[in-house]
C-alpha cells in the first residue's frame, strides 16, 4: 500500500477528485495527508472533513525560499510518502526540494506544456490565439513546469471564450487525466527513466480528448 501526500495552495478540486478516485477505484494507495501553504486553503477544510490529516506551513512565517522549503519537506516526510503531488501548490520550489523527491513529485499544470508555463495560462493561450488548450501532468524538475509529460488532456478553444469559460473547460479535462496519470505512478506503472523520459507499462495512449 504507497502513500500519497498532496500539496494544495486553494480550492482543492484536483485533490477532491484524486481522493474520490482513491477510493472508489481501490487504489492501492491511501492519502496520507494533504497539506498547504495557506493555512484557510478550503480545500483543506475539505480534506479534514474527510478525515484526512491535514497540516499547514505557512511560506509567510520563513524568510526565504529554502527555509520554507526545508520546514515543507519536514511535514510531507512526517508521512512517510512514497509519492508527492502537486495539486494546484502555487509555490516555486527550489531545487534541493525537488531533488530530495526525484522521481516521485508530480504536478499538474493548466496548459500544454511546453506552451505557457508560469500563470495567466488560460489568458496566456487567449492572447496568442492557439486552438488547442489543455493540462499537462508531469514529473517535476529543477526547471518550473518544464518535467518530462505522463500525460496530457486537450480541449478546444472556442469562439467568445474568455480565460474563465476556458479554464472551466481544463478543468474538466484536468479532473479526468489528473486521477488516470496519479493511479499509474502509484501503481508502479509510470516512471521516470534514467535519460528523463517517462515509459507508463501497458499503457499506449496518455492523452484525454475533452
Ligand atoms: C488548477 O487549474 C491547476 O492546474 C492549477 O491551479 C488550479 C488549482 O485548482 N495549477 C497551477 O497553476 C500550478 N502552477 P484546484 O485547487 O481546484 O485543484
Not at 53 to 65: E, G, L, N, Q, S
Not at 85 to 96: E, H
Not at 150 to 173: K, N
Amino acid at each position: 500500500h504507497r502513500r500519497i501526500v498532496i500539496l494544495i495552495s486553494g480550492r482543492g478540486s484536483n485533490m477532491q477528485t484524486l481522493v474520490q478516485a482513491c477510493r472508489e477505484q481501490d487504489w492501492p494507495a491511501g492519502i496520507a495527508a494533504v497539506i498547504s501553504n495557506r493555512a484557510d486553503a478550503p480545500g483543506l477544510a475539505w480534506a479534514s472533513g474527510q478525515g484526512i490529516a491535514t497540516a499547514a506551513v505557512p511560506h509567510r512565517d520563513y524568510p526565504t525560499r529554502e527555509a520554507f522549503d526545508t520546514a515543507l519537506a519536514e511535514e510531507i516526510d512526517r508521512h512517510a510518502p512514497d509519492v508527492v503531488i502537486l495539486a494546484g501548490f502555487m509555490r516555486v520550489l527550489t531545487p534541493g526540494f525537488v531533488r530530495r523527491y526525484a522521481g516521485r513529485l508530480v504536478n499538474i499544470h493548466p496548459s500544454l506544456l511546453p506552451a505557457f508555463p508560469g500563470l495567466h495560462t488560460h489568458a496566456q493561450a487567449l492572447a496568442t490565439g492557439v486552438q488547442a488548450h489543455g493540462c499537462t501532468v508531469h514529473f517535476v524538475t529543477p526547471v518550473l513546469d518544464h518535467g518530462p509529460v505522463i500525460a496530457q488532456g486537450v480541449v478546444p478553444v472556442l469562439a467568445g471564450d474568455t480565460a474563465e469559460t476556458l479554464a472551466d473547460r481544463v478543468l474538466e479535462v484536468e479532473h479526468e487525466v489528473f486521477p488516470l496519470a496519479v493511479r499509474w505512478l502509484v501503481e508502479g506503472r509510470a516512471r521516470l527513466g534514467e535519460e528523463g523520459r517517462v515509459e507508463v507499462e501497458g499503457v499506449a495512449r496518455r492523452l484525454v480528448v475533452w
